[in-house]
Structures are given as structure tokens and as C-alpha cells.
């Protein structure tokens, strides 16, 4: 099945910009999520790509996908301490409603 | 809105009790989905319903059993709790057509005790 990777931590400094990885290895993912969990809530959803995209544009975050590689990005551009939360990427395709989560990546911004 | 409601934010049961965990969404999504999130493992999928008395087996379905009488209810059931179910349990739906698109509920932290 498929399998979903990412790093567990990023720590970056207000107002910078952060980059949130992720590598995925099942080439018919159709979707691909990214979802921001803020402590003791659920996870929400942020912003998609299709993957016949490469980029994906919408206020402070930016989604590119390089297929070839198999790899998505989040960017987060001017980072607030409000951003602090895990990201999980996630990606979906094939014959069933499955979503495939990476173990998420916890950002924490330090003012 | 899409908004997906859970039974209970916190939960503190006994080993060998029998645990359900309510689940209710208000958008008439077909689709419905259990997952426990643990520390170091992410999310991980029970059991999903794509409709009413259907149901599919997840990745981690052993201990649990599930429930969907109605469209808007999908009830987890935990026959005998052990302490290895203590997890925080998040439930979801989505819609056809936008399957992998999932809303979630804010999640019930379970401690078995």
C-alpha cells in the first residue's frame, strides 16, 4: 500500500518562512492533503493539490509537487506563532475512500 | 460548515468495559471513517463506512467493531477495553465525488484504566 513520509520536527523563527516535506511512493495518488492539527483539536483541513498539478498557490501557503520525485512541499510564508502546530500529509487514490497519513511534522515558531 | 461531532472530548474507562464513541456529522456524507492517532505513529485507520450497514476493515481494526444504522451516525465500539486502546480516537467524512477529502471531529482522548 501506499506509504507517506515526512520529518517529525521543524522549528523556525516568526516571520520566516517555513518548508514542510513530504514523500509519498504510490505514483496513482489522485489527492494530495495537507492537514494542520492544533493541540487537544482535530485535524483541519488546509489546501490540496491534484496530481496533475505542480503548484498550488493560496495566501501564505504555497503546495508544490514534483511527481518525478514523488515529492510535496508546504510553504508557509511569513510564519506566525499561530502556525505552530503538527502537518500531516496525506494522499489518496486508487479503488477505495482511503487517505494514507504521514506521521506529521510538528513546526514550532519561536518569537 | 461541515461539521463532524463527537460524543465525548474525554473518556476514562476500565479494562474489560465495553466503550462506545459516538460519532455524528451534518453535511449527508456518504462516507465515514475511525482513526486513533498515537504519539510517533500518526493516524491510523480502524474502519470506514462508505454507506448506512456498510462497513470496510482499516489497517487496525483488531479489538473494535463499528456501527452505521443511519447516514449521519457511525458509532466505534471497543467489545472489552485493554490499556493498549488508551489513544486519542478521531472520526471523519467526507462525500462521493470528493472521497479523499476528509472533515474531522475534534477527536475523544480514551484512557483505559
Known amino acids: 500500500g501506499e506509504d507517506v513520509e515526512q520529518s517529525l520536527f521543524l522549528s523556525v523563527r516568526e516571520g520566516d518562512s517555513s518548508v514542510i516535506n513530504c514523500t509519498y511512493t504510490?505514483?496513482?495518488?489522485?489527492?494530495l492533503y495537507w492537514y494542520k492539527q492544533e493541540p487537544g483539536a482535530g485535524l483541519q483541513l488546509l489546501t490540496y493539490?491534484?496530481?496533475?498539478?505542480d503548484m498550488k498557490q493560496d495566501q501564505r501557503l504555497t503546495v508544490l509537487l514534483n511527481k518525478k520525485d514523488k515529492h510535496l512541499s508546504l510553504r508557509i510564508a511569513d510564519t506566525q506563532t499561530g502556525d505552530s502546530a503538527i502537518y500531516f500529509c496525506?494522499?489518496?487514490?486508487?479503488?477505495?475512500?482511503?487517505?494514507?497519513f504521514g506521521k506529521g511534522t510538528l513546526l514550532t515558531v519561536n518569537p | 460548515d461541515v461539521k463532524v461531532t463527537q460524543s465525548s472530548r474525554y473518556l476514562v474507562k476500565r479494562t474489560g468495559e465495553k466503550v462506545f464513541l459516538e460519532c455524528v456529522q451534518d453535511?449527508?456524507?456518504?462516507?465515514m471513517f475511525w482513526y486513533r492517532q498515537d504519539p510517533g505513529l500518526g493516524l491510523r485507520l480502524i474502519y470506514f463506512?462508505?454507506?448506512?450497514?456498510?462497513?470496510e476493515k482499516g489497517d487496525i481494526p483488531e479489538g473494535y467493531s463499528v456501527s452505521r444504522e443511519k447516514k449521519e451516525r457511525f458509532s466505534l465500539i471497543l467489545e472489552s477495553a485493554s490499556t493498549n486502546q488508551t489513544s486519542m480516537y478521531l472520526c471523519?467524512?467526507?462525500?462521493?465525488?470528493?472521497?479523499?477529502?476528509?472533515?474531522f471531529g475534534p477527536g475523544t482522548r480514551l484512557t483505559v484504566t
Open positions: 471523519a467524512s467526507s462525500l462521493v465525488g470528493t472521497q479523499y477529502e476528509q472533515y
Open positions: 504510490d505514483s496513482s495518488s489522485t489527492y
Open positions: 493539490i491534484f496530481s496533475n498539478m
Open positions: 496525506a494522499g489518496g487514490g486508487g479503488s477505495n475512500y482511503k487517505l494514507t
Open positions: 453535511m449527508d456524507h456518504e462516507n
Open positions: 463506512s462508505y454507506d448506512v450497514k456498510m462497513k
